[in-house]
């Protein structure tokens, strides 16, 4: 039996989410013997909850409470309700993610002063650089088990998929070829066992080869005593005192009754939509326009990365189900190089299907259907796939609105999920699709076709970090600018996209966010 | 993406009518080889039939593939597939002077099933069988070469996933 703290007790630090910031947070602190009550909107599951199987996972796993999607493109119209594939359960979307753990570079904290103002782009440097997080990088790696030099771990083999890629990325002059970094363990570590070459990372590792809040920081946080996790608990307000202070969170549980729990201090990790919804819907007489929100920033510059899907078929099979999912990453074109027309790099990384999802996906417009489409099915075990990973630029009419009457289960504004292409966005996608298809051209597909965005997994920047109050919602520590005992722990922090998944950056801040609470905690600040 | 609701349906019911399907697979007739709800109105399950086919057609895949998802569809939507086939088959009839099915050339058929491409008929019946066909795991490693399910077997060390060998360039 876990610890439970008091809903009274007003010496805890209440965490919203439990993915890979909350979750990273809560094991952290209670590292240090510092308590916290971490309210998880979705289910607890087991390992044995996971199976290989794209819908039944689906189903079971992802964030389907209603949103809008809006904007001016395709998910507009192929998605209008699912905008974000991401994960309501313990552990967040660390059960969805793919394991690929790269740094953002140096650069990449500074864009800004790299390249300059951009027209119609609201680009910000990090009020943190890269040797400043570096430490922390080093220690989520450590703790993630990214393969490599932190963990020791080797990377993986190729598998075929990325071989395919790789042949024909050699072949066009790419260099920086590898299949890894990924938090899959090539052998045994942390108490986990090695990567089985299952395929289905997005569905969740039925063996924990995969770093993942659900199965290492959320049960060794409550194994400590310092930390309770209660799981189908939405939050829905945050509540403060009349200075200002965050004070308690409104939340419902399981049976949708309301509960309030005291809070020390609130940290808000529940993903770049829930996160600056919440601090939205925490508007009050103090604070009319939401929580933490005097810049205006809140749910502003929400980014997805600029993506896009290139496929090919081989002239022999690939079985690119295979082994892991995302499975090899060309970091050649990741560079800043605004020659090639465009601000921001982009990675290219391998990546599968399964059939059942690739069917829906290859083109999810009412168009996908029809003897080609058919065809190109028929051959799904000669096919070899890529994912662009690309520098989304910052808009600030890019974000997360409350729609004026629409309501859910909750009674909480639907939010709406507004997003469109920086010029540069498409610069830099048409430049991916176009290396990616030369890539298997080199390496002699029969044929290469796009394939278009996916609801995203990527969702960053909403309540982003700067150095001025005025420019966005919290600091460097990931502190709210107006209200000092508030928090964001979640990759709504991100100043920028960068061209690297977000995931081992979440981590890295969560971790240095942790000492940072510590230290203001030990001086009596908080 | 059909709506989690309606994912969860068809899957149910495909499930009940894997269920029906394997207890009167001793019959020798075809027809009875047919979902419930295609049997009771078999002269609809047959127009329905031939426009899942056009969708998604695989030439290898038998008609009971396409008619277990696509069945329920004559209860639970009767009215808006009726009036749909109906409508498909006046604009064959215009074209060509024939019932949509009588039209002999896929390519014909197909250019006919453009038009309507963006209406709550086609997309309802897509939907459908989009996830209804390609979600049967009966059809995934004879027809598409895609295992399904791996973790029962240990994954894929040691069967198969490093062993390509780039032999065609």
């Known amino acids: ?526 | 993406m059909p709506s989690a609701t309606g994912t969860t349906l068809s899957r149910r019911r495909f499930l009940t009518l894997t269920g029906a399907l394997a207890a009167g697979s001793l019959a020798l007739s075809a027809s009875t080889l047919w979902p419930r709800w295609a049997r009771a109105e078999p002269e609809l399950a047959t127009r329905l039939l031939r426009l899942g086919r056009d969708i998604y057609p695989h030439e290898a895949i038998a008609d009971r593939y396409y008619l277990a998802p696509l069945a329920p569809l004559l209860e639970e939507q009767r009215e808006l597939i009726a009036a749909g086939l109906d409508d498909l088959d006046r604009r064959a009839r215009a074209a060509h002077g024939r019932d949509y099915a009588a039209v002999d050339s896929a390519a014909e058929r197909e250019a006919l099933l453009r038009q309507i491409e963006d209406g709550e008929f086609f997309q309802t019946v897509r939907n459908t069988l989009v996830v209804g066909l390609y979600d049967n795991s009966e059809l995934w490693e004879p027809h598409f070469g895609y295992q399904g399910s791996s973790w029962e077997q240990g994954g894929y060390v040691g069967r198969g996933y490093n062993d390509l060998v780039i032999d065609w360039l």
């Not at chain 1, 199976?51 to 507009?76: C, H, V, Y």
């Not at chain 1, 119209?77 to 059960?95: C, D, M, Q, R, Y």
């Not at chain 1, 910000?124 to 932190?150: C, F, K, N």
Request: charged letters at 20%.
């Open chain 1, 1 to 526: 039996m876990s610890t439970r703290f008091e809903h009274d007790d007003d010496g805890v630090v209440v965490i919203i989410g439990s993915g890979a910031g909350g979750g990273t947070l809560a094991h952290a602190l209670a590292r240090k013997g510092i308590k916290s009550v971490v309210l998880e909107a979705g289910k607890r599951y087991a390992l044995e909850d996971i199976e290989n199987d794209e819908w039944a996972m689906f189903e079971k796993i992802s964030w389907l409470d209603e949103r809008i999607t809006a904007g001016p493109r395709q998910l507009t119209e192929t998605f209008p309700n699912l905008p974000a594939w991401i994960v309501k359960g313990v552990g967040g979307s660390t059960i969805h993610w793919a394991g690929v753990a790269l740094r953002f570079q140096p650069h990449e904290f500074r864009l800004h002063s790299e390249v300059g103002d951009i027209d119609g782009a609201n680009l910000l440097d990090w009020p943190i650089s890269y040797e400043e997080l570096e430490p922390y990088y080093v220690q989520a790696e450590r703790h993630m088990g990214v393969t490599g030099e932190a963990s020791g771990m080797p990377l993986h083999d190729w598998n075929n998929n990325f071989m395919v890629l790789a042949e024909g990325a050699r072949r066009v002059g790419y260099e920086k070829l590898r299949a890894g970094p990924m938090a899959i363990n090539t052998r045994p570590y942390d108490d986990r066992p090695q990567c089985m070459q299952a395929g289905f990372c997005m569905q969740g590792c039925r063996f924990g080869a995969k770093w993942s809040t659900m199965y290492t920081d959320i049960p060794r946080a409550e194994a400590t005593g310092y930390c309770e996790v209660r799981p189908n608990a939405m939050a829905l307000t945050i509540e403060h005192d009349e200075r200002g202070r965050v004070n308690a969170v409104v939340y419902a549980d399981a049976e949708g009754n309301l509960q309030r729990q005291r809070a020390r201090a609130v940290c808000v990790a529940g993903n770049s939509i829930e996160s600056p919804r919440l601090l939205l819907n925490s508007h009050s007489a103090l604070f009319p326009d939401g929580l933490a929100n005097s810049s205006g920033q809140v749910g502003r510059n929400y980014m997805t990365h600029a993506t896009a899907c290139v496929f090919a078929e081989m002239p022999k099979p690939v079985n690119m189900h295979r082994g892991t999912t995302f499975a090899g990453i060309i970091s050649d074109e990741a560079r800043l190089d605004r020659s090639r027309g465009f601000v921001g790099g982009y990675t290219l990384e391998v990546m599968s299907l399964g059939l059942p999802f690739f069917a829906k996906f290859m083109d999810p417009a009412n168009g996908g259907w029809g003897r080609d489409y058919a065809a190109i099915l028929e051959k799904y075990d000669h096919l070899s796939g890529v994912w662009i990973c690309g520098e989304d630029l910052p808009m600030e009419q890019n974000g997360i609105t409350l729609h004026d009457s629409r309501k859910d289960q909750y009674g909480l504004p639907v939010p709406i999920v507004y997003k469109g292409d920086h010029p540069n966005d498409g610069a830099l996608r048409r430049h991916g699709q176009q290396q990616a298809r030369s890539c298997y051209e080199a390496v002699g597909a029969v044929r290469v076709f796009d394939v278009p965005d996916f609801p995203t997994s990527h969702n960053v920047g909403t309540n982003r970090m700067s150095a001025r109050a005025e420019d966005g919602v919290v600091n460097q520590w990931g502190q709210a600018h107006d209200i000092d005992n508030l928090f964001v722990s979640d990759g709504s922090q991100f100043t920028s996209s960068g061209a690297e998944n977000p995931t081992l950056t979440i981590v890295a801040l969560a971790l240095r966010q942790a000492v940072h609470i510590a230290e203001r905690m030990s001086r009596g600040e908080l």
